[in-house]
């Protein structure tokens, strides 16, 4: 597949991108987040398929390439993305997850990507997305192997029917190959996560993005003001 191509010569997608010291596990459990945590968020999709959260019109848009076996985008997805649902809920920001896979060592991560799209028919992408990465947080490696797929679709309510005949088609492929092509045709592509804010790379960290996404607000009001 075109995830292939994502390393130019090694037949591989590139690995885990450099995660600065502040995306490091504590000894406090990450944040949760909450079942009803987008009931008041406008949740859609790009023009190639990949999920986005919040106001088409925010005045700034993130976005992540990020994979589900990937150890460093399950702590981006804690400390980075949970933290920053509020400004998302607020119109602050809009943000949009672009699905890779085989960055990290986690089994079966195409699978996983391919599992959220199709739940994202069903309008459940969020929950599944997070269900995912709860998996990753507590099996590792073999967190999206046996039933696994199916146990988060059950968590969340899928038609496992519906769910079963999207898993079955092309449509979810066709998303991760644009995936993967946008990973390829991104300059600043250094494996997962990658995190584009405005279209300017921003370091991995919580408070490097808050901070951009401040100085970028205040520069819309006096453009607006």
Known sequence: MIAGLLA????QPAPDATVTPTLVPSSTPPPAVAPNAYDNIATGFTEQGFPALGREDAPVTMIEYGSYDSNASLLAHDEI???LLPRIEAGELR???TPLSGTGSAE????AASAA?????QGAYWPYHDGLFTRLRSAGDTAFTGNALLDVADAVGLDRDAFNACLASDRPQTVLDAAAEAALSEETYSGTPTILVNGNYVLNDFFSLSTIIDQMLIRVDEETG
């Open 108 to 111: 079966n991560g195409g699978g």
């Open 8 to 11: 130019a010569c090694g037949g």
């Open 81 to 83: 993305f949970a933290p």
């Open 95 to 97: 943000y949009v997850y």
């Open 117 to 121: 799209l199709c739940a994202g028919e």
